[in-house]
């Protein structure tokens, strides 16, 4: 488990609090584990340099206040530079005063780019209400065509395909007219996976560009890419001129640090983050969240400001030690319940958890409407029952459905979601989850 | 080390003679694209590393080898312990001038590449070739290309069995694959069990005296738990049909893969006992650093690499020539 970046720095710079200065050292020091921190995450060593520089040069200044540690400090300096760099809140595409709006899709092989085609198409129709159809211009890599016809068709979008006879360049221009003749609100238009070195593929996409005229060509990366990104990001910038970034598979635990060299040799934005292989896994990209996930801390600054204002210390010392020994019970799940809630959306707390991204999550999405019905659930149990959730049998659980007003059904999920959450906690735990109490705390 | 076909597949049947021993300008070939297209890179630093970074053996020299290596995605911890490593063989005054230095520097790059056996044994009839990876890093492309090998190298019959049930269209890609490559696919519809398709698969190369039967299987994160305990069971199933089996448990990892390359490689070694891993497109300029970090770490070896998207860009991986290729020298 990699070791967070707020760890190291803390250990770094352990000693600064008492002189309350960073000296030119401490900041050298520090650098060295936010350059490796940024190595890690796949940062590209030429933009991991310039950063630790421009950074450097700010916490120089800087003077180390009483209420945070000098370490998350220099995390939280950072934190802000990343996110600045890394743009402004993500826009949507553009949509033309004259319909269709034509969308080209482009980027490596694998990437993700017929999966994103269909989920760009989903969300314009579902957030914006458009009428969307696609264009198959993938006519090289074996069942592309019938793959973008079957997700296509599930976002509820119109596939307009020739086959793999044609040349690409061509069916894109007949997939323009049909678009325009039908009265399509936008056209996306998927094409093949190709190197940024292959010259044949790279001009055939110059050639698309040319023809279709799109408003926006999104460029594909996939999360998990090292170093290269940037060789990629140029050579596509240079061959199809791309206004903006789909990052994909970002519901692995990749820090993504490609997002970074990308926006850094372009200076284009990332609009869209892909995080999963269903329709619905796909959202506006936010930057602020990206630098956090990069620097391996969820939204760390954010979670702690709240924990700050609503925990009770002790109360967090005594959770942190029934975690450890695994004496998690119902009843401190729902007191636990509501003290979170106090501090929002339980579901975006949760994201905010470093690591927690990666922990195969899939499950225990909670939904915030759902807490009424599961706090009713739980104190329709008796106490042996929330402290030992094992002896329930199915005339308890019809029980507690009927006291709590829900259904067995409802009753059986949470117990099994409980189940899950320990089993997070277990996992949390062995990975190197910042301690609740210095969560609460700042200790 | 395995170089040839022959050297990589132990067959162990006579039918393997049919296979003629691949033509060595072909391997050069491939490599000299490979060094072309890393020279194309604005990054490729060996040229310049072989003719003036160890000239003079200063901080700079060692900073611009570091600087190499994790360029190749290599990663920080595995690029310094070799860095150290050539450090102090140079300073104890072994190594006298650039081209020393560059030549010991690939023998411990090449070293560090070389994880255990990288032989693929296919003695075993049928033997079973289970090929798993995360999404998109080219399995379906990689077993098309394997089969083609195999049938065309070795003279084998291959059966593949379509066990992603899940991505659209990707039974249909593979059908495309096994027609080109000449081999029989065993498919069943989308959302089917890929544990009952791996069996079916395995069962068909049985009952019509198969030589070799390859199971594709749906792309995954080695974070969705629920997605490789099912892998795990798609093993278990083959294992339990054909005990032994699979014979080759093989990971795709893609070559433009940073340093998540290294828990795919671990979660997936985990879940099914990964055997050797796949470095796919090597023809763009990544160069696969991560792979190294992969043998060093996990003991896992490179067997193949993919080198483009047609039946023949596949070969048996050389440590050798893949230390030249993560620096960018020329020789061999
Ligand atoms: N886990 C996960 N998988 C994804 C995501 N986006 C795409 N995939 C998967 O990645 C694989 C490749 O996706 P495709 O959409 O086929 O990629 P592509 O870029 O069109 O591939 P080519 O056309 O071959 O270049 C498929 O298995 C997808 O299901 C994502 O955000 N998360
Ligand atoms: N340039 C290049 N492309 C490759 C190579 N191997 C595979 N590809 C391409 O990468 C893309 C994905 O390959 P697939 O074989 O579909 O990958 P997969 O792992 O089966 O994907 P999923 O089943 O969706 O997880 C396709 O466009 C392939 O043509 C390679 O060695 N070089
Ligand atoms: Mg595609
Ligand atoms: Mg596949």
């Known amino acids: ?443 | 080390m395995a170089r040839t076909w022959r050297e990589l597949f132990v067959a162990g049947d006579d039918r393997a003679e049919l296979a003629e021993p691949e033509p060595e300008e072909q391997r050069r070939g491939f490599f000299a694209r490979l060094r072309d297209n890393m020279a194309k890179s604005r990054q490729a630093l060996g040229a310049e590393l072989q003719a003036s970074v160890f000239q003079t053996l200063d901080d700079d020299a060692w900073e611009r080898l570091e600087e190499t290596l994790i360029y190749a995605d290599v990663g920080a911890p595995t690029t310094a312990a070799i860095v150290q490593r050539l450090e102090t063989e140079a300073g104890s005054g072994g190594l006298a001038g650039g081209e020393a230095l560059t030549g010991r520097l690939c023998e411990l790059l090449a070293d560090a590449a070389r994880g255990g056996d990288d032989t693929i044994d296919l003695r075993a009839r049928p033997a079973v070739v289970l090929v798993t990876g995360v999404n998109g890093t080219g399995k379906t492309t990689t077993i098309g290309k394997i089969a083609w090998h195999l049938r065309n190298e070795l003279g084998l019959s291959v059966v593949l069995g379509a066990a992603d049930t899940f991505r659209a269209a990707a039974v249909e890609q593979l059908a495309a694959w096994g027609e080109r490559a000449g081999a029989e696919v065993v498919r069943a519809a989308e959302g089917a069990d890929p544990g009952a398709v791996a069996y079916d698969a395995v069962e068909v190369a049985r009952s019509r005296t198969r030589d070799v039967a390859i199971i594709d299987t749906a792309g995954r994160l080695h974070t969705q738990e629920h997605l490789m305990e099912e892998l795990a069971k798609v093993r278990r199933v083959i294992d339990r049909q054909l005990p032994g089996a699979p014979h080759e448990t093989l990971l795709t990892i893609d070559a433009t893969t940073g340093q998540n390359g290294l828990r795919q490689a671990l979660l997936f070694k985990q879940a099914v006992d990964v055997t050797g891993i796949v470095l796919t497109k090597l023809d763009g300029t990544a160069k696969g650093g991560i792979a190294l970090a992969i043998a060093q770490e996990l003991g896992v070896p490179v067997k193949l690499i993919g080198i483009g998207e047609g039946l023949e860009d596949l070969r048996p991986f050389d440590p050798d020539d893949f230390a030249r290729a993560l620096l960018g020298v020329s020789g061999g």
Request: net charge neutral.
């Open chain 1, 1 to 443: 488990m990699l070791e967070t970046l707020s760890d190291r720095l803390q250990s770094a710079l352990s000693d600064v609090r008492s002189r309350g200065k960073l000296t030119e050292e401490d900041v050298a020091k520090a650098m060295r584990q936010v350059r490796l921190a940024l190595l890690e995450a796949d940062v590209n060593f030429q933009v991991v340099k310039e950063f630790t520089a421009a950074v450097g040069e700010r916490a120089r200044g800087g003077e180390v206040l009483d209420a945070l540690n000098p370490g998350q400090q220099v995390v939280k300096l950072v934190g802000e530079e990343l996110t600045a760099l890394m743009g402004g809140s993500a826009r949507d595409i553009a949509f033309a005063p004259r319909p269709p709006t034509i969308v080209l899709m482009a980027g490596l092989q694998g990437s993700g780019k017929t999966t994103a085609c269909a989920k760009l198409a989903r969300h314009l129709r579902e957030e914006h209400g458009r009428d969307v159809a696609l264009a198959a211009c993938d006519t090289y890599r074996p069942a592309a065509v019938d793959q973008l016809v079957k997700v296509g068709s599930a976002a509820g979008a119109a596939v307009y395909e020739q086959g793999t006879d044609p040349d690409p360049v061509e069916i894109a221009a007949w997939a323009v007219d049909r678009a325009r003749a039908e009265e399509r609100d936008v056209l996306i238009v998927d094409t093949s996976g190709r190197l940024h070195v292959d010259r044949e593929l790279m001009e055939e996409l110059a050639r698309i560009r040319k023809r279709v005229k799109p408003h926006d060509v999104l460029l594909v990366v996939d999360a998990m890419t090292g170093q290269d990104a940037v060789n990629v990001a140029e050579a596509f910038s240079d061959a199809a001129e791309f206004d903006g970034v789909v990052l994909t598979k970002l519901d692995g635990d990749a820090r993504g640090g490609a997002a970074l060299s990308v926006k850094a040799v372009t200076g284009k934005p990332i609009l869209y983050a892909s995080t999963g292989e269903k329709l619905e896994a796909f959202e506006r990209f936010h930057p602020d969240r990206m630098a956090q996930r990069i620097l391996g801390m969820g939204d760390m600054m954010t979670l702690i400001e709240k924990a700050e204002r609503e925990f009770d210390e002790e109360q967090a010392a005594e959770l942190e030690r029934k975690i450890r020994k695994q004496q998690f019970t119902l009843d401190d799940f729902l007191a636990q319940m509501k003290q979170v809630r106090r501090m929002g959306p339980l579901s975006g707390l949760l994201k905010m958890l470093p690591g927690v991204s990666g922990l195969g999550l899939g499950d225990l999405k909670v939904d915030d409407r759902d807490l009424d019905r599961l706090q009713a659930i739980i104190t329709s149990m008796t106490p042996e029952e929330r402290a030992h959730p094992e002896i329930l049998n199915g005339s308890r659980r019809r029980r507690i459905a009927r006291g709590s007003g829900t259904t067995v059904q409802a009753v059986n999920q949470l117990v099994k979601q409980f189940g899950q959450m320990q089993k997070v906690m277990r996992q949390l735990q062995q990975g190197k989850m910042p301690s609740l109490s210095q969560l609460a705390g700042g200790r």
